[in-house]
């Protein structure tokens, strides 16, 4: 099946008892055995739920995996692949990471033994330099929150593997969506998901997934998330899959949208730079061009006035632009990553990579596109 099939029909079945065309919305925590050990496949929702395993099929068929998980939310899935590491064991991740993600690993899994090194994964060798024995899993996101730098997943992934194939690459695919980048494809063996953003699509549900194609890795995935219990509910499981069935209508709108956001703001006097993959100007472009089909939604931009002031004037005024947290929703939302998203990362660091006060970043939504530019030029004229 091609991209835009599998959204809608990857990993699904009609419903054996009735014909049912979409999934039911199996809320039961529990299932009859009619001896112990005697059932048809499900015994506690923990383990698995007929509605979550629909969602999850789809979630490995749009990834090119063959098997997919659905968490209680993104940082649920992220936990679950730290999880698999030991105390002395070292993770080499990207310098620009969604603040929760970098929360996560320097307050919670460095106390557990773990050490982590942040580089810029634009080079190669910032990698490879610092793969040694204790070397286990490179974590990258692409295009990153909220910088948008793009890491070169298949040339880091045979670089990586060529030092020690047991290193595992974990791709957190988010902002581009396998609508525009299929991390499995490109070598890496884990990709993870905030599903919240653009799977769900409409800023309804909090998930996360995982897909990967090892049988091993699946069963090693699966026996932490059920040990561990951070599944996705049969509600927002249901949801979740209504959502991936338009995200190819959707994300080619949002990449018409955020092409064109991108395009009058590089040419706004008030603007002093634009972070778009899909820019000539943007330093990855090249390979962002060979490694996505499209840019997506997201574009982050640095005000010319450097003051938090006129940064938060902008962000008192757009009206179709909310100003909210996430991203990946049909609406069009507007962020303040020093002060809301990114706001857990110590300022040195944040300052260190380039996250500063005139710092905004759009999520850009399906909106139509006049609109969504007014919006902009009113808010933009009263900085
Ligand atoms: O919020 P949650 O579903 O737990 O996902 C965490 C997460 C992981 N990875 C990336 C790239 C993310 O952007 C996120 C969540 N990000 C936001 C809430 C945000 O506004 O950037």
Redesign the pocket.
């Known amino acids: 099946m091609k991209f835009n099939t599998k959204t809608i029909h990857g990993g699904q079945q009609h419903e054996p008892a009735t014909g049912a065309v979409m999934p039911p919305i199996y809320q039961t925590s529990t299932y009859a055995q009619s001896s112990p050990g005697q059932h048809k496949g499900y015994e506690y929702s923990r383990a698995a739920n007929p509605t979550r395993t629909a969602l999850e099929n789809n979630f490995a068929a749009i990834e090119n995996g063959t098997h997919g998980f659905a968490f209680s939310?993104?940082?649920?899935a992220?936990d679950c692949v730290l999880r698999m590491l030991n105390p002395g064991d070292e993770v080499i991740a990207g310098d620009d990471l969604?603040g929760?993600?970098y929360r996560m690993f320097t307050k919670m899994f460095q106390k557990y033994g773990l050490k982590f090194h942040f580089v810029d994964m634009n080079s190669v060798e910032n990698i490879t330099n610092l793969v040694s024995d204790k070397t286990k899993l490179i974590w990258l996101?692409t295009p990153t929150?909220p910088l948008m730098k793009i890491a070169d997943i298949e040339a880091i992934t045979n670089a990586v593997k060529a030092i020690n194939s047991t290193i595992l690459v974990t791709v957190?695919n988010?902002?581009a969506t396998p609508y525009l980048q299929r991390p499995l494809d490109l070598g890496a063996d884990i990709v993870m998901h905030?599903a919240?953003?653009y799977l769900g699509g409409h800023s309804d549900l909090?998930?996360?997934a995982l897909m990967v194609k090892d049988e091993k890795l699946a069963e090693e995935l699966h026996f932490i998330q059920f040990a561990g219990g951070a599944v996705a509910g049969p509600m927002d499981s249901f949801l979740a899959l209504r959502g991936v069935k338009t995200l190819h209508i959707r994300m080619q709108r949002h990449c018409e949208n955020g092409r064109a956001v991108a395009k009058y703001l590089e040419n706004h006097s008030k603007v002093k730079e634009v972070f778009y993959p899909g820019l000539e100007s943007h330093p990855n472009y090249e390979i962002a061009k060979k490694q996505m089909d499209d840019f997506g939604g997201m574009v982050s931009f640095r005000l010319h006035d450097e003051s938090q002031q006129a940064a938060f004037t902008f962000l008192e005024n757009t009206k179709v632009f909310t100003l909210a947290?996430?991203?990946g929703g049909v609406e069009s939302l507007v962020?303040h990553p020093t002060t809301m998203?990114h706001a857990s990362i110590p300022e040195p660091e944040r300052l260190k990579i380039g996250i500063t006060d005139s710092l905004i970043r759009l999520s850009v939504g399906i909106e139509d596109i006049d609109d969504l530019l007014k919006d902009l030029t009113q808010a933009l004229d009263r900085v």
């Open positions: 939310s993104g940082l649920s992220i969604y929760g993600t996101e929150n957190d988010t902002f905030s919240t953003k909090v998930m996360g947290e996430s991203l962020n998203t």
